[in-house]
């Protein structure tokens, strides 16, 4: 955690960047964009996967829980894409 006059002096030269080279920032917004969908994609697919295993070896508790977790992953990944758009 920053305090309250580092992270002032941190927003101020962000502000400064920024203005100064909005291409950079463009980039870097971007690829920080990409890498969260990524890890979002990774999770989905090994939930997928998982789901099937535990709802029969862990049993069906186990199953509706992963079918929920999935379920808000959807609405998480939902969420980012309309954000992207």
């Excluded at 920053?2 to 002032?8: A, F, P, T, V």
């Excluded at 502000?15 to 980039?27: G, I, K, T, V, Y």
């Excluded at 990524?38 to 862990?58: D, E, G, K």
Aim: with cysteine.
């Amino acid at each position: 955690m920053l305090s309250k006059e580092d992270q002032r002096r941190f927003d101020q030269i962000t502000r400064q960047l920024r203005e100064s080279d909005p291409a950079f920032f463009a980039r870097l917004d971007h690829r920080i964009r990409g890498r969260r969908g990524r890890y979002l994609m990774l999770l989905t697919i090994v939930l997928w996967a998982s789901l099937p295993a535990m709802a029969v070896f862990a049993g069906r508790v186990a199953g509706a829980i992963c079918a929920v977790v999935l379920i808000a992953n959807a609405a998480v990944m939902w969420r980012f894409r309309r954000r992207l758009t």
